[in-house]
T-cell receptor, first 113, second 113 residues
Framework: SAVISQKPSRDICQRGTSLTIQCQVDSQVTMMFWYRQQPGQSLTLIAT?????????ESGFVIDKFPISRPNLTFSTLTVSNMSPEDSSIYLC??????????FGPGTRLLVL | DAKTTQPTSMDCAEGRAANLPCNHS???????VYWYRQIHSQGPQYIIHGLKNNETNEMASLIITEDRKSSTLILPHATLRDTAVYYCIVSGAGYSSASKIIFGSGTRLSIRP
């Protein structure tokens, strides 16, 4: 398995501002993923982030709103830009190990006022 | 869209076996069946996965039908700490976009004392 940490663990932000969420893994991984979980809902995949290439976004998510960086094999960031109350969610990163299994971070709880 | 169908909720008595069903009638030959669970306010936790053979680990057993169109997750001796939302997911393996996980609604399992 992998140990995954996220920063911040939670935040309260004003609308119109941006927040960058960090995801750190204790081992080198090729594939990292970012998910959103809106209140009372299941997880929705935002994008897949591979080191050295542009992130691949799922339908309904765009790079201008959710820019992602993947500077090395142990780290990634997701920025939630120009936030509105509808962006209030839990944001989670995950990593794929051994090509088969994903492990998830603890999540970042975001409230936008 | 998720490729699986699960009951919305189930309950089980503490100490008894919890059997969680999942239908995945459109599963393809190279897709695995994964089970994750999400305890309130935490990131999803990997439980078990399999391709076509039954699997067992320290957490649970996975029974996959011969035609692979359905499976059952078995928690042999449920405890109160097993109360969570359980997600059944089909996903490809390997370092490709096929390994991304699409979450359905899951089954909310409640363990009663």
């Amino acid at each position: 398995s992998a140990v995954i940490s996220q920063k911040p663990s939670r935040d309260i932000c004003q609308r119109g501002t941006s927040l960058t969420i960090q995801c750190q893994v204790d081992s080198q991984v090729t594939m990292m993923f970012w998910y959103r979980q809106q209140p009372g809902q299941s997880l929705t995949l935002i994008a897949t982030a591979n080191q050295g290439s542009e992130a691949t976004y799922e339908s309904g998510f765009v790079i201008d709103k959710f820019p992602i960086s993947r500077p090395n094999l142990t780290f990634s960031t997701l920025t939630v830009s120009n936030m509105s109350p509808e962006d209030s969610s839990i944001y989670l990163c995950s990593v794929a190990l051994g090509g088969e299994t994903q492990y998830f971070g603890p999540g970042t709880r975001l409230l936008v006022l | 869209d998720a490729k699986t169908t699960q009951p919305t909720s189930m309950d089980c008595a503490e100490g008894r076996a919890a059997n969680l069903p999942c239908n995945h009638s459109t599963i393809s030959g190279n897709e695995y069946v994964y089970w994750y669970r999400q305890i309130h306010s935490q990131g999803p936790q990997y439980i078990i996965h399999g391709l076509k053979n039954n699997e067992t680990n320290e957490m649970a057993s996975l029974i996959i039908t011969e035609d692979r169109k359905s499976s059952t997750l078995i928690l042999p001796h449920a405890t109160l700490r097993d109360t969570a939302v359980y997600y059944c997911i089909v996903s490809g393996a390997g370092y490709s976009s096929a390994s991304k996980i699409i979450f359905g609604s899951g089954t909310r399992l409640s363990i009663r004392p």
